[in-house]
């Protein structure tokens, strides 16, 4: 079963639920049915019970794709490159530049590139997007 036909079950739940608070209405009137009433709470627990269903067949799908080893369609944030970002490692916001070597560094490759004797640092102009520059112009303390 696919993750969209999990999607579709949880979707006719959420319908069935939806009627069966409909027929909650009979309540509102001036003479109340009380069959109604009954058949309005069963469509409801009907509905609910469908939704776990659904939720139970998409958490079924996703440990068969995991343990198949299949790769996920949204990747983590940490193996994403940052457009704009350090320009050795890729994966962060720079912070600052080395004008001898004309490098954008984090602050992890900042402290392997370190050599006082040769490199002179400046804050960097560059930004990773616009929250990036933010922090770059919170760090410089602007």
Same mark, same amino acid.
């Given at each position: 079963?696919?993750?969209? *036909?999990?999607?579709?079950?949880?979707?006719a739940?959420?319908? @069935?639920?939806? =009627?069966g608070?409909?027929?909650?209405?009979?309540?509102?009137?001036?003479?109340?049915?009380?069959?109604? $009433?009954?058949?309005?709470?069963c %469509?409801?627990?009907l509905? /609910?019970?469908?939704i #776990?269903?659904g939720? !139970?067949?998409?958490?079924?799908?996703?440990?068969? /794709?995991? #343990? /198949?080893?299949?790769?996920?369609?949204?990747?983590?944030?940490s193996?994403?490159?940052?457009r704009?970002?350090?320009? @050795?490692?890729g &994966?962060e916001?720079?912070a =600052?530049?080395?004008?001898?070597?004309?490098?954008?560094l984090?602050?992890?490759? $900042?402290? %392997?590139h !370190?050599?006082?004797?040769?490199?002179? !640092?400046?804050? &960097?102009?560059? *930004?990773?997007?616009?929250?990036?520059?933010? #922090? +770059?112009?919170? +760090?410089?303390? /602007?």
């Amino acid at each position: 079963m696919s993750s969209k *036909t999990a999607n579709w079950i949880i979707g006719a739940g959420v319908v @069935l639920m939806f =009627v069966g608070l409909c027929f909650f209405s009979a309540l509102l009137s001036d003479h109340p049915e009380p069959d109604m $009433l009954e058949f309005g709470a069963c %469509q409801f627990s009907l509905g /609910a019970l469908v939704i #776990a269903a659904g939720i !139970y067949a998409k958490a079924r799908t996703i440990q068969f /794709a995991i #343990a /198949a080893g299949e790769p996920r369609k949204e990747s983590s944030p940490s193996n994403q490159r940052v457009r704009g970002g350090c320009d @050795l490692c890729g &994966t962060e916001a720079p912070a =600052v530049q080395c004008k001898v070597h004309q490098l954008h560094l984090c602050g992890n490759c $900042l402290a %392997q590139h !370190y050599d006082v004797r040769s490199c002179a !640092y400046v804050p &960097t102009t560059r *930004t990773a997007n616009k929250t990036g520059r933010n #922090a +770059a112009a919170h +760090a410089r303390g /602007a």
